[in-house]
């Protein structure tokens, strides 16, 4: 039996030659726990997490930012030690310097490690008349998404690319994609304007939706492949699978490092989210998986298939289907 690793000790080269963390600290937190996610970060960091992963659209960037300027000043780590990945939302598809911006000065930092286009769409700007914000998933009157439809999501891309290649700029250091198939990428390959391959494409994976073929094709082209919902959605339903709790005895892991063991073994970058301290504290040990223990987790996504993750603004991507999220969702 092979022996338990610590998940936060492990990096992961992308293609620019930076190192990134396998194992990081999702905080696509709810709304109403927002606030949690300062100690969340702090319990982390001290834990020997090095990787923080939020997003323009969590709300969850000031309360990061706070959580780092407190352990910058209790001297527990130092900015360069850690790996910090924002996310551009659609409704600033062509706006991508304001929106860097916005998320630096909420995260209190000089640049990012990682930015990331968080999905390949583009919505409009309508602003909220009561608070003066931008609306986050633009309806009509009758509910449906609405998109830009003079938009084009690869002009995203291309401003992130423009600030990235900028060599008197160094607000960030690596780019990458969010919830791009093969398809969407292979339009991105084809575009003559655009000099550069992602360094990343994060998607959801876990054992009921490994999406294999993407995870190829992405890894034939050196591009890093990140996990989100590895534990699925609100209640962490992967680890109630009966094969997730068989290797878990077998193994000597937590239900939870089992599943990061499957993704880190398959070279995938893994960003649980949690509040919860002592979660926080405890699952942060692996081991290298068998192909065939690899194997066997990948089967459930041939047996008993699901993508968690399916938001009805999604619907035009390949793979969604922009089904109502269950309550458990």
């Keep these: 039996m092979s022996e338990k690793l610590l998940a936060t000790k492990v990096d992961f080269k992308l293609n620019n030659g930076k190192l990134m963390p396998a194992f990081g600290l999702g905080t696509a937190n709810p709304k109403e726990r927002i606030l949690e996610t300062k100690e969340a970060v702090k319990t982390a960091v001290k834990a020997g997490y090095r990787m923080i992963d939020t997003a323009a659209f969590y709300g969850t960037e000031e309360t990061i930012g706070e959580a780092l300027q407190e352990l910058f000043k209790e001297g527990v780590v130092k900015r360069e030690e850690l790996f910090i990945t924002t996310k551009v939302w659609p409704n ?35 602003t909220n008349p009561k608070t003066g914000d931008l609306i986050g998933k633009p309806k009509d009157e009758k509910g449906k998404p609405v998109y830009e439809h003079e938009g084009n999501y690869l002009e995203t891309y291309k401003q992130m690319e423009r600030i990235y290649l900028n060599e008197h700029d160094h607000k960030v250091r690596s780019i990458g994609v969010c919830n791009y198939s093969i398809d969407y990428l292979e339009n991105l390959f084809d575009d003559p304007t655009i000099r550069t391959v992602p360094s990343v494409n994060q998607v959801e994976l876990n054992p009921q939706n490994p999406q294999v073929e993407l995870v190829k094709f992405c890894q034939s082209r050196g591009i890093l492949m990140t996990g989100y919902s590895p534990l699925g959605s ?39 989210r949690s509040l919860n301290g002592e979660r926080i504290k405890s699952n942060i ?9 690899i194997d066997l987790i990948d089967n459930i996504g041939k047996t008993d298939p699901y993508r968690h993750i399916d938001e009805d603004f999604a619907a035009p991507l390949p793979g969604f289907t922009g089904r109502t999220p269950t309550d458990a969702e």
């Design 92 to 126: 600033r598809w062509d706006e991508v310097e304001e929106s860097l911006e916005l998320s630096l000065k909420k995260l209190q930092l000089d640049y990012v490690d990682l930015l990331l286009q968080h999905w390949p769409l583009c919505f409009p700007r309508i």
């Design 234 to 272: 609100s209640g962490a339903p992967i680890l109630k699978l009966s094969l997730i709790k068989e290797l878990s005895e077998k193994l000597d892991l937590t239900t939870n490092e089992v599943v990061h063991s499957y993704l880190i073994s398959k070279g995938i970058v893994v960003i649980p």
């Design 285 to 293: 040990y692996y081991k290298k998986l068998s192909k065939e223990q």
